[in-house]
């Protein structure tokens, strides 16, 4: 069978690279790719966004499987797309429709669905520029820090953690009467800020049955020791050591179980990943966010580890059949740090060669993103650019080896954090 993966970062390499083990990949295409699935597979540059010209696109290469990997192009609504048309309508989308992926498409749609379902979640107050005045009473009578939220998507960056008043304000001026985000920003979702630590849960759902994937922490900010601004991420570990079977059990139980009979109360047509932002709580978990899709750079940690026929559980999401598949993990650790380029996530050059590739041990993978063929080089065309992965008995030893393959990759003011992994480096592994 042939199939289509939608995206063009690292996330999409990796998907991409586990889908090509399996005997029943025939041809691998990402749209629009990059120079990593140029190598490996058939990139096609097609518009993502004009769902006409994907429809023609997997008609005139006979794809029977779509993976969707970023969020917008299913809050487009490209499952729905499919499903509207007779002759697309047996083609596997993977990923949910338009009113599924509002669960990451609107802070606000989330926040509702959670707290009717009684999942654990930050108390919370959505406002419009309509009632800006009742937004700023709402702050002034907040405990700090706060947080505020862009309702609508903001590529990672519409989330704001406010350590006083003043900031508060400036920030909710930013949003709704600035419109710093566009119509992403036109509703702001203000909640109490959870003290924890972060892990990302993943599950594969038919919105009646799923299967739990292996759980990553990834590691937002810029600089070292999770300083400076936010960006796509800039690095991963899985597995969590304090996600064990207790702490577990708690996410099955208070969040992934209500979250599909929540699925099915609403009749949200789910056939896709589901990413769940947790908050670790003093042991229990609480939910930042959802997203409809795998997140990045998790992916790039926790792919390596399943053992199991990505297509086969592909399959079986089709059919119906995830509760009776047996995913198997690797049970060693997965370190993933990200090599971006100089500046970001502000202002960066691209087109800069990248040099050191071939100089990677074998047994380390690399995952492209912001890259581009140009003739014989490759070139950086974007902030993160390529993720190393490394896999060890130990996070020490994952680490080791991402970190040696870091060292090996250059182009002028690359930069990569050091310390992935520094806030996990006490806790026992489960």
């Not at 490209?78 to 509002?102: C, S, T, W």
């Amino acid at each position: 069978m042939n199939v289509l993966i939608i995206g063009s970062g690292a996330r999409e390499h990796a998907l991409a690279w586990k889908l090509s083990q399996s005997p029943y990949a025939e041809q691998i295409f990402v749209a629009p790719g990059n120079a990593g699935t140029d190598e490996f597979h058939t990139s096609c540059a097609i518009d993502i966004h004009n769902f006409d010209e994907v429809a023609k696109f997997v008609t005139d290469f006979n794809i029977m499987m779509v993976v969707v990997g970023p969020e917008n192009t299913l809050v487009e609504g490209i499952h729905d797309y499919f499903q509207e048309k007779d002759f697309l309508r047996d083609v596997l989308v993977v990923g949910p429709k338009k009113l599924g992926a509002m669960l990451e498409g609107s802070k606000d749609f989330c926040k509702a669905f959670l707290q009717k379902n009684n999942i654990p979640t930050a108390r919370y107050e959505t406002f419009t520029e309509a009632n800006y005045r009742d937004a700023v009473e709402y702050l002034r009578t907040h405990s700090y820090p706060v947080v505020l939220k862009a309702d609508g998507l903001a590529a990672g960056k519409g989330v704001i953690i406010a350590q006083t008043f003043e900031e508060a304000i400036d920030s909710l001026e930013a949003m709704l009467r600035n419109h710093k985000f566009g119509k992403a920003g036109s509703k702001v979702v203000i909640e109490e800020y959870l003290q924890g630590i972060e892990v990302s849960v993943f599950i594969l759902t038919d919105g009646k049955e799923y299967v739990l994937l292996p759980e990553a922490k990834d590691y937002k900010r810029i600089g070292e020791g999770d300083a400076g601004l936010n960006t796509g991420g800039m690095g991963a570990i899985s597995p969590v050591p304090f996600a064990d079977e207790t702490f577990m059990q708690k996410v099955r139980d208070r969040v992934i179980e209500p979250t599909i009979r929540g699925m099915q109360a609403d009749n949200l047509d789910y056939t896709g990943f589901l990413f769940i932002g947790l908050m670790n709580v003093n042991g229990d978990p609480y939910v930042i966010e959802y997203n409809v899709r795998l997140g990045d750079p998790e992916t790039e940690a926790i792919l390596p580890r399943i053992k199991s026929d990505l297509f086969e559980l592909f399959l079986a999401l089709h059919d119906h059949k995830l509760g009776n598949f047996k995913l198997e993990i690797d049970p060693r650790t997965a370190a993933t740090v990200f090599l971006v380029s100089g500046g970001y996530p502000e202002g960066f050059d691209k087109g800069k060669e990248i040099s050191g590739l071939g100089q990677v041990d074998s047994d380390t993978l690399v995952f492209h993103a912001g890259t581009k063929r140009v003739d014989d080089k490759i070139v950086n065309n974007g902030g993160r650019v390529i993720a190393v992965t490394g896999l060890g008995n130990t996070m020490e030893e994952a680490l080791a080896k991402a970190n040696k393959a870091a060292e090996a990759i250059n182009w002028t003011d690359r930069y990569y954090r050091r310390d992935i992994g520094f806030d996990l480096a006490k806790q026992p592994m489960h």
